[in-house]
Nanobody, 124 residues
Framework: QVQLVESGGGLVQPGGSLRLSCAAS????????IGWFRQAPGKEREGVLCLSRSSGDTYYTDSVKGRFTISRDRAKNTAYLQMNSLKPDDTAVYYC?????????????????WGQGTQVTVSS
């Protein structure tokens, strides 16, 4: 069964950190584009970060540059989103997604498999 499962969300104070996990089953994350998206209440889903399949480069939306990074553990078939210096505006449901397409995209239409999402709340 092809599946992506996110975990690691929660409540954190402004300035704090969280690491989200995206565990894949039924397929390998190797040689796939990996994207992280988020959706805040009343807002459209937005792309946050993309790891390119072809180059291995990472692309960030401006609001998270210098604060968010992606990594992966091939042995665990899991990708991670490390979020530092969190702000209240980062509050959202976070999703990971994958695609076999080359390059990177922040359009949700360019991704095939999606996780169920994990809630991140940044509040004092």
């Amino acid at each position: 069964q092809v599946q992506l499962v996110e975990s690691g969300g929660g409540l954190v104070q402004p300035g704090g950190s969280l690491r989200l996990s995206c565990a894949a089953s039924g397929f390998s994350l190797d040689y796939r584009r990996i994207g992280w998206f988020r959706q805040a209440p009343g807002k459209e889903r937005e792309g946050v970060l993309c790891l390119s399949r072809s180059s291995g480069d990472t692309y960030y939306t401006d609001s998270v540059k210098g604060r968010f990074t992606i990594s992966r553990d091939r042995a665990k078939n899991t990708a991670y989103l490390q979020m530092n210096s969190l702000k209240p505006d980062d509050t959202a449901v976070y999703y990971c997604a994958t695609s076999t397409l080359y390059g990177c995209s922040f359009s949700s239409r360019d991704y095939t498999y999606w996780g169920q999402g994990t809630q991140v709340t940044v509040s004092s």
